[in-house]
């Protein structure tokens, strides 16, 4: 029988504590409402905040009150303001401005020399959050009395908030020895370690913090999560081959995921994923400036495909698909749509391009942009990346940079694919390239893609020989019509990404074909 795993780590707080994990990182928490308003919602978020903070600050000790009035005393900081109002000035949407106001704060802590300086990061980090709950209407949840909270660092509000008479501990990934939290867990006897490095754990798995000796103990099975080696530019396409055509071609045939709820169902050793469209995670503008609920479910889909690749699409908003709290934006209102999008309003690209970037550690993530139309929307957008990877190397936070392709749905780009060097694989979505080909508004589709197919089929044959032998998948509802499939191969397609629903048929047909679409002998 396997032993436990015990992991080193520093002794924060004395003492030990067993009880289920609680990890910090979920992705399920409620969906958020929309913000909405301007700096007057600001203000009143603000002012929400301070009263939960008096409601925490009152009874308790000389020490807790000390934290709490400094995050008060923050909350008050005309600057602060003063700064959040100065990019709302520059037409940032409020949300944004009070994220990207905080995190300036958080970055400059984080890179101070001092380490009690930088243990006041975190204390900054709590703040914008319950600001940015307030304006959403998601307070930050409690966890369970007697659990050991498990992740990277813990807010002070969210420590003095809970109940810690039933036991429970502390174990972080990080943390620090000098920050609040840890002076919290030592006035009230609560074991704590931190700098455990990024351990495996699942919601209620047994957890033991032994602060005494600066250790956790985990359960057989457990491990320390290792830095993942860079991965091949052709991660999009690599993976065990399960599936081929009846003269012996390999296939691979990967699935589309929508919704969060959906990833539980995905089966690692079944496929894995060739597009998650990622607006369908991000119900409001707060979700979109949420770093850390955008990272949660990105590492639970890296984490439930296992070694199966994942690819996920950045957010395909405007147009059709408004995001909530952003529709009176003037880039909105002008009609863009995707990578544009991104570039014109380049807070919301920033938050979920380093949401990508550390969740690339957890798995074989490629990342995909949406609706691109020119080859230096790309570049901009690979510029962005590197951008916000130096950032989070400077706060020496865990990430890498995962290949960068681009969807292929607009007409000119499909017809010019040779000019996209810098895009490291293309998947086509049909259903756009449908619509933009047929002139179709988007309630006319069912009725004009029947007709429209001859059309699109003969594109895609010619874009897939303008790919100059990159990695080339196809994505959209014709991926999933056994009908196309003939066509489909014939064209070099090899990589189908479809619908959960519709890979039985697909895989039967697949299997029932050559692998220039012809049926095989006997079918």
């Given amino acids: 029988m396997a032993e436990p795993l015990r992991l080193k780590a520093k002794s924060a707080s004395p003492g030990i504590a067993s009880g289920p994990a609680f990890l910090a990182e979920r992705p399920d928490a409620a969906p958020a409402s929309p913000a909405v308003g301007g700096y007057s919602a600001l203000e009143k978020a603000i002012d929400i905040s301070i009263g939960e903070l008096e409601h925490l600050a009152d009874g308790a000790d000389a020490e807790s009150r000390d934290i709490i009035d400094f995050q008060i005393e923050v909350l008050r900081d005309p600057t602060i303001a003063e700064a959040t109002g100065a990019r709302m000035e520059a037409d940032e949407n409020v949300v944004f401005a009070w994220v990207a106001t905080l995190d300036a704060y958080i970055g400059e802590l984080e890179a101070a020399d001092e380490e009690q300086m930088r243990a006041r990061a975190v204390d900054i980090l709590d703040i914008k959050n319950r600001v940015l709950g307030a304006l959403a209407g998601t307070p930050i949840a409690d966890f369970p009395p007697g659990s050991v909270f498990v992740g990277k660092d813990m807010e002070p509000s969210r420590f003095l908030a809970h109940d810690w008479s039933k036991g429970g501990g502390i174990a972080l990934f990080a943390g620090s020895t000098a920050g609040h939290v840890a002076l919290l867990a030592r006035a009230k006897s609560v074991p704590m370690v931190v700098g455990t490095g990024r351990f495996s754990a699942a919601d209620g798995d047994p957890v033991r913090v032994d602060g005494d000796a600066g250790a956790v103990i985990l359960k057989a099975g457990g491990m320390l999560i290792p830095a993942p080696a860079q991965a091949p530019a052709s991660d999009t396409q690599t993976g065990s081959i399960e599936l081929r055509t009846a003269d012996g071609v390999p296939i691979l045939l990967s699935i589309n995921i929508n919704d969060p709820a959906e990833i539980d169902a995905l089966d690692p050793a079944t496929a894995g994923v060739g597009l998650m469209r990622s607006e369908f995670s991000v119900a409001s503008v707060a979700d979109a400036a949420n770093e850390e609920r955008q990272l949660a479910i990105y590492r639970r889909v890296l984490e439930q495909a296992g070694d199966r690749p994942v690819i996920i699409r950045m957010l395909d908003i405007g147009g059709d698909k408004p995001l909530a709290g952003l529709e009176d934006l003037p880039a909105l209102a002008s009609g863009l749509r995707g990578i544009r999008l991104l570039l014109a309003r380049p807070e919301i690209a920033r ?172 079918e």
Avoid: W
């Avoid at 790309?378 to 989070?392: G, H, N, P, V, Y």
């Avoid at 044959?461 to 003939?486: F, R, T, W």
């Avoid at 066509?487 to 990404?497: D, K, T, Y």
């Fill in 351 to 522: 938050v979920q391009a380093r949401a990508l970037l550390r969740a690339a550690v957890f798995g074989r993530l490629s990342v995909m942009l949406p609706m691109v139309t020119f080859p230096d929307e790309i570049d901009r957008m690979r510029e962005l990346f590197r951008e916000e990877a130096e950032k989070l190397g400077r706060r020496a936070i865990p990430h890498r940079m995962p290949p960068i392709g681009m969807m292929v749905e607009v007409p000119s780009a499909a017809l010019m694919l040779d000019a996209f060097g810098s895009a490291a694989f293309f998947s086509f979505g049909t259903n756009d390239l449908t619509q933009y080909l047929a002139a179709s508004a988007r309630d006319d589709m069912d009725a004009d893609a029947g007709m429209a197919a001859p059309a699109v089929l003969r594109l895609l044959a010619q874009a897939v020989k303008l790919s100059a032998g990159k990695p080339v998948s196809i994505c959209g509802d014709m991926a999933g019509d056994p009908s196309y499939l003939p066509r489909l191969l014939a064209a070099g397609l090899r990589h189908f990404s479809v619908a959960p629903a519709r890979r039985p048929a697909i895989r039967s047909a697949i299997i029932g074909l050559n692998a220039d679409g012809t049926r095989a002998a006997g």
